[in-house]
């Protein structure tokens, strides 16, 4: 089918696009569904999923607009996006669940546990550690990868690609781009590959199990997660919001990503599922009386690293894979996502015990990320009212 026109999108049904798929409506979600649609419409977004947590529990969730244009397919808190780099919340938790476990220290160097070869040509006496990885000060650059394009035919397995890129040899090794100038621990450069390879490690330090099962097994399923899966398992085109890029005035439709570094952006999940993992945060890591993780584990998580992410914005801080900040004057812990039709974000709302996310099926644009922002800050003071009651 050709890429449908904008024209003939906004013509589907205006009142489909402002209606949200989503329990019986109240005032604020009326309103809030017209503020969505015509932000959809404006910044030419097919659809969008939302959802507020509050104390382990979703207290709202909807979609709006469409999965699939061409069918005119309406996206609901149940439709499968692929979150992108907001999947780095989930393998830093995985991580963290195995930490609790006692199978590594965060300052552990980690290359006794990897089975190739990984130190920073620059400074080899330097040790990188876990600590290093989740907080984005490893020195493991993303400048080869970024350069890198994959399909399915030509993607390799997690371990080929990380021995490939991190070891003398590989296959795309380059020891001055694949590595920063700066010291390990002293300077802050966000790092897929960095991530990547944190999330190889739990298959390392577990019970060789690799991190997708580990997932699957002590989160997902005891989350009665339905609608999840890495690298898109199981996952089929009626159930994903698909991905779409808005160019010359028309909707193109994208193929499913696809990238070696999976652990680093290749969740698919809906708003409903993820809600639930984003309710662990919410409810000192406890829902439905399943401990996932203990209070003090997300106290660590949420401790701000000693290296600034960006001197001239001393007030954002990096915690282990969040971002932390003050965010209307509460404190928050946050993570945004960005691929080829997907444009996601995750906000945690510390003292208010309250979590929110924004699912969108887009590449983002440069009208997209404001709207972004402010669909959370509406969904950050919904929750915020909710905790006044």
């Given at each position: 089918m050709p890429p449908l026109h904008r024209r003939d999108f906004l013509a589907l049904s205006a009142a489909a696009l402002a209606?949200?798929?989503?329990?019986?409506?109240?005032?604020?979600?009326?309103?809030?569904?017209?503020?969505?649609?015509?932000?959809?419409?404006?910044?030419?977004?097919?659809?969008?999923?939302?959802?507020?947590?509050?104390?382990?529990?979703?207290?709202?969730?909807?979609?709006?607009?469409?999965?699939?244009?061409?069918?005119?397919?309406?996206?609901?808190?149940?439709?499968?996006?692929?979150?992108?780099?907001?999947?780095?919340?989930?393998?830093?938790?995985?991580?963290?669940?195995?930490?609790?476990?006692?199978?590594?220290?965060?300052d552990d160097a980690i290359a006794p546990h990897i089975d190739f070869a990984v130190a920073h040509p620059k400074f080899p006496d330097v040790p990188i550690t876990f600590r290093h990885q989740f907080t984005h000060t490893s020195g493991i650059s993303d400048a080869v990868y970024d350069t890198l394009e994959f399909t399915d035919a030509t993607?390799?397995?997690?371990?080929?690609?990380?021995?490939?890129?991190?070891?003398?040899?590989?296959?795309?090794?380059?020891?001055?781009?694949?590595?920063?100038?700066?010291?390990?621990?002293?300077?802050?450069?966000?790092?897929?590959?960095?991530?990547?390879?944190?999330?190889?490690l739990a298959g390392r330090i577990g019970r060789r199990e690799p991190l997708d099962a580990i997932t699957a097994t002590r989160l997902f399923a005891p989350l009665g997660l339905r609608n999840t899966a890495w690298r898109y398992a199981g996952i089929t085109d009626g159930q994903l919001a698909l991905p779409y890029v808005f160019q010359d005035a028309r909707f193109h439709r994208l193929p499913r990503?696809?990238?070696?570094?999976?652990?680093?952006?290749?969740?698919?999940?809906?708003?409903?599922?993820?809600?639930?993992?984003?309710?662990?945060y919410t409810q000192d890591g406890t829902v439905g009386g399943h401990r996932f993780v203990k209070p003090e584990t997300l106290a660590t998580m949420f401790t701000p690293d000693a290296v600034l992410p960006a001197k001239d914005h001393p007030e954002i801080r990096q915690g282990l894979i969040w971002r932390l900040r003050e965010w209307g004057g509460d404190r928050v812990a946050s993570h945004n996502g960005g691929d080829a039709g997907a444009a996601t974000v995750a906000v945690i709302?510390?003292?208010?015990?309250?979590?929110?996310?924004?699912?969108?099926?887009?590449?983002?644009?440069?009208?997209?990320?404001?709207?972004?922002?402010?669909?959370?800050?509406?969904?950050?003071?919904?929750?915020?009212?909710?905790?006044?009651?």
């Open positions: 209606a949200p798929a989503a329990r019986a409506a109240t005032p604020w979600s009326r309103d809030f569904g017209d503020f969505v649609a015509e932000g959809l419409a404006t910044t030419n977004t097919p659809g969008m999923s939302v959802a507020i947590v509050r104390q382990g529990r979703t207290v709202f969730s909807a979609g709006y607009g469409y999965g699939d244009v061409e069918k005119a397919r309406r996206v609901s808190a149940d439709s499968v996006f692929q979150i992108a780099s907001v999947s780095k919340t989930v393998t830093g938790l995985a991580m963290m669940m195995l930490w609790e476990d006692g199978r590594f220290r965060l993607t390799p397995p997690l371990r080929a690609f990380l021995a490939s890129y991190l070891s003398p040899g590989g296959r795309f090794y380059d020891a001055d781009k694949g590595y920063a100038a700066a010291k390990p621990g002293t300077a802050w450069s966000y790092s897929n590959v960095a991530v990547a390879l944190l999330g190889y990503e696809t990238y070696p570094d999976w652990p680093a952006g290749l969740l698919c999940t809906s708003a409903n599922d993820f809600a639930k993992i984003l309710a662990i709302d510390r003292d208010r015990r309250s979590a929110v996310l924004a699912f969108a099926n887009i590449s983002q644009g440069p009208n997209f990320a404001p709207f972004q922002k402010e669909v959370a800050e509406r969904l950050l003071e919904k929750a915020r009212e909710a905790s006044k009651r």
